[in-house]
Structure formats: structure tokens, C-alpha cells
């Protein structure tokens, strides 16, 4: 299978989103908080620094291409629970950007399931 410069670029491009998101759970935290903290799940801010850390070495993993399809794996299976337990409780309360939070949320599990199949595919940008 031969991969093309732009599909290795949008592959890294995908692992900077996730450790940038990553970066953002763990900075603003305290704002993040209050979506976790409306569920029935005890545990409040660690799991706002656990999708944090785990964004971080998702990314890591995906750019690096360690365990790159476990990691996109493991990701696509976090993001469908935050729909199920962040999004969709919004949803239902009349958030209005829920829907969009949502769907966009998809986009990321279809790209990350995606990426987890083509990645082993990749070896380093000199092969392609």
C-alpha cells in the first residue's frame, strides 16, 4: 500500500489536535470541571486530567506510531463515552451547542479509527 505525503501529513497534523487538546484539558481544568461534575460519576476533576493525559499520549503514540492502533482504538472508545455522558445530558437539557459537539465528536471517532488502520501502514516519511 503505498501512502501519500499529504496522508502522512494529516496523520501528524491529527496527533498535534489531540496533544494540543490535551494540553487544553489540563490548563483550564477548573473550567472544564463543571461538565464532569453534573454526572452521577464520582471522581469530579480527575477525569478531566485523565482525557487530558489521555489526548497527550494518544497523540504521542499516533505521531511516534508506538501502540498507534490501540491508542486510536482506546481514543475512539473515550470519545464515544464523552458523547454518552458529557454531550448527550447537554443534549437533553437544551444545550444548543450540544448537537454540535457532538457530531463533531463522531468525526473525531471516525478519524481516529481511521488513522488507527492506515498508521502501521507508515513507517516513516522516507518510505512512503
Known amino acids: 500500500m503505498r501512502i501519500h505525503i499529504p496522508t502522512f501529513v494529516a496523520v501528524v497534523l491529527f496527533g498535534i489536535v489531540l ?6 484539558h489540563l490548563v483550564n481544568a477548573d473550567v472544564l470541571q463543571p461538565l464532569v461534575v453534573r454526572l452521577p460519576i464520582p471522581g469530579g476533576i480527575f477525569w478531566v486530567y485523565f482525557t487530558g493525559v489521555a489526548m497527550l499520549l494518544a497523540g504521542f503514540s499516533i505521531i511516534l506510531n508506538i501502540w498507534a492502533k490501540q491508542a486510536c482504538y482506546l481514543l475512539a472508545l473515550m470519545v464515544f463515552i464523552i458523547i454518552l455522558t ?9 444545550n444548543l451547542n450540544a448537537p454540535i459537539n457532538i457530531i463533531r465528536d463522531f468525526g473525531f471517532i471516525a478519524a481516529s479509527i481511521t488513522i488507527g488502520n492506515i498508521r502501521k501502514h507508515i513507517r516513516q516519511l522516507g518510505q512512503l
Open 19 to 24: 496533544m494540543f487538546q490535551g494540553i487544553v
Open 86 to 94: 458529557v454531550h448527550m445530558p447537554s443534549l437533553v437539557g437544551g
